[in-house]
């Protein structure tokens, strides 16, 4: 069964057993943690994740570079730090961490447009952090969850082909393809096409609506995709990652997961 998880909020407690409790009320199935969280307050973390039975279902950012970094010293730095994180996931049980190539560090859409490194060379360094990665996955039984992003976030990978074709280059068995709507509604020609032509690799999905903030406030198809994962049987986690629009914003949250689990039942997930 799909597990529907929340990355954090501003309204939701800082105390993390509190914090916790109040995901499941919005009716949310667990927590897509930062790394910042297993970095800096994992004792404090595996304590509330025991004490409410609420899990960490995966990990998203919090960490120093990116494994595409254009500065060596960061790209290591983004490993070492992700390495911290994997182990600690593993203990957790949570299912790995999202990892873009980068994000924010360079467009082609925008000045300048032409890269400091060329396709093949950020293709090589891609490779290589991930083939570091996932001797820790093997290792701690977690997976490196590879999200594309739109093209003005990023100029490596943008789309479900492009991070696949590395996947299935580097023959990475723990490294998997993270599929984000907002994204996706960008750069696919058609979510759902694209989720059942990478039906081996979908790993992990982030949901966002068309203007990145909450589901059901935007245009986005979520049926339609979600028929996808249908097709291809997906069963793991879907997370929210949005920003959320307007006044009684916790009102507005909790709306948009009854939203989005009505669409899970017109799609049959």
């Known amino acids: 069964m799909i597990k529907l998880a929340t990355q954090n909020k501003p309204f939701f407690s800082d105390v993390l057993e509190e914090k916790l409790i109040q995901i499941k009320e919005f009716g949310f199935d667990g927590l897509e943690a930062d790394g910042d969280l297993l970095l800096e307050r994992f004792d404090e973390l595996k304590t509330a994740v025991k004490d409410t039975g609420i899990p960490v279902t995966s990990v998203c950012g919090g960490y120093r570079g990116w494994i595409g970094d254009f500065k060596e010293e960061e790209r290591k730095h983004a490993i070492q730090d992700i390495t911290i994180i994997l182990e600690r996931a593993g203990e957790l049980g949570a299912a790995g961490i999202v990892v873009p190539a980068a994000w924010g560090m360079f467009s082609l859409r925008l000045p300048p447009m032409t890269p400091p490194r060329s396709a093949e060379e950020d293709r090589k360094?891609?490779?290589?952090?991930?083939?570091?990665?996932?001797?820790?996955?093997?290792?701690?039984?977690?997976?490196?969850?590879?999200?594309?992003?739109?093209?003005?976030?990023?100029?490596?990978?943008?789309?479900?082909?492009?991070?696949?074709?590395?996947?299935?280059?580097?023959?990475?068995?723990?490294?998997?393809?993270?599929?984000?709507?907002?994204?996706?509604?960008?750069?696919?020609?058609?979510?759902?096409?694209?989720?059942?032509?990478?039906?081996?690799?979908?790993?992990?999905?982030?949901?966002?609506?068309?203007?990145?903030?909450?589901?059901?406030?935007?245009?986005?198809?979520?049926?339609?995709?979600?028929?996808?994962?249908?097709?291809?049987?997906?069963?793991?986690?879907?997370?929210?990652?949005?920003?959320?629009?307007?006044?009684?914003?916790?009102?507005?949250?909790?709306?948009?997961?009854?939203?989005?689990?009505?669409?899970?039942?017109?799609?049959?997930?």
């Open 125 to 269: 360094v891609l490779l290589d952090s991930l083939r570091q990665l996932e001797y820790v996955c093997e290792r701690t039984g977690t997976r490196i969850l590879l999200e594309p992003l739109n093209r003005y976030e990023d100029h490596m990978l943008n789309t479900l082909d492009a991070a696949g074709s590395l996947i299935l280059e580097g023959g990475l068995r723990h490294v998997q393809i993270m599929a984000d709507f907002f994204h996706m509604n960008i750069e696919e020609q058609d979510i759902k096409k694209s989720l059942i032509k990478w039906k081996d690799l979908v790993g992990h999905v982030h949901i966002a609506d068309s203007h990145r903030f909450q589901p059901g406030d935007g245009h986005t198809d979520f049926v339609h995709g979600f028929e996808g994962l249908k097709e291809i049987g997906f069963d793991k986690t879907m997370a929210f990652e949005c920003r959320v629009l307007g006044e009684n914003q916790e009102g507005l949250y909790k709306d948009s997961v009854a939203y989005i689990r009505g669409c899970m039942e017109k799609a049959g997930l």
